[in-house]
């Protein structure tokens, strides 16, 4: 069955450090979908990035990083130099490819709390 | 705009008293879902549709409802609310269910049953 693991539930740091959230994942399929949502303190749900199973190029947008790494089975995301803003929940989540239902499967999310 | 939208966005109500949650999407998508959030244990699925009158079971399904009579409408019906469905509830839609679909979120119902 698949699973996702985030490990930290709770990170503080302080502005304009670097932090990595990690994640990872368990899965028989071998056509599988990552993704990342943030949830700040509003509630919504905001789609970060999806990447799926055969492209392990790491991703960079803007301060937000993504390494995929096949072998370790983890999909990690980093944010360089912090900001409040950066503050929310982020959770990790997981997929299979399939004609019928496999639903997101997500992590239980890691706070971060980014301090001025 | 491109949007999923809940109705209520709050709600507090007593045990027993049926109560639906509506959730329209203007994207056209074929794909609905509801997601139940509980501190501690992430997001986890209630009842999905692959179309319109097509609708199955999630993982947790238990004192839930739903139906799809229109690609843009899929309510969840609470029939008789218990205290352990007190929770934040996500509505969810993709274009279709392929796996590789980003599911757009609607902002939230924080349910509260007393």
């Known amino acids: 069955a698949q699973k996702v693991t985030q490990a930290q539930t709770e990170i503080s740091v302080v502005e304009k450090e670097d932090v990595t959230l990690d994640c990872v994942y368990e899965?028989?399929?071998?056509?599988?979908?990552l993704f990342w949502y943030k949830q700040p303190p509003s509630g919504e749900l905001v789609f970060l990035i999806r990447?799926?199973?055969?492209?392990?190029q790491n991703e960079i947008s803007g301060r937000y990083s993504w390494n995929f790494q096949k072998s370790t089975s983890s999909f990690n995301f980093t944010i360089t130099a912090s900001q409040v803003v950066d503050s929310a929940v982020y959770f990790c989540?997981?997929?299979?490819?399939?004609?019928?239902?496999?639903?997101?499967?997500f992590g239980k999310g890691t706070r971060l709390s980014v301090i001025a | 705009e491109a949007q999923v939208t809940q109705n209520p966005r709050y709600l507090i109500t007593v045990t027993g008293k049926k109560l639906t949650v509506t959730c329209s999407q203007n994207?056209?998508?074929?794909?609905m879902s509801w997601y139940r959030q509980d501190p501690g244990l992430g997001l986890r699925q209630i009842y999905y549709?692959?179309?319109?009158?097509?609708?199955d079971k999630g993982d947790v399904p238990e004192g839930y409802k739903v139906s799809r009579k229109e690609k843009r409408n899929f309510p969840l019906i609470l029939e008789s609310p218990s205290p352990n469905q007190t929770s934040l509830y996500f509505c969810?839609?993709?274009?279709?269910?392929?796996?590789?679909?980003?599911?757009?979120f609607g902002d939230g119902t924080r349910l509260s049953i007393l």
């Open positions: 969810a839609s993709s274009l279709y269910w392929t796996g590789d679909q980003p599911q757009h």
């Open positions: 899965t028989r399929d071998t056509t599988y979908y």
């Open positions: 990447r799926n199973s055969f492209d392990e």
């Open positions: 989540a997981l997929s299979e490819a399939s004609s019928g239902n496999t639903p997101l499967v």
């Open positions: 994207m056209n998508h074929e794909y």
């Open positions: 549709s692959m179309n319109v009158e097509v609708t």
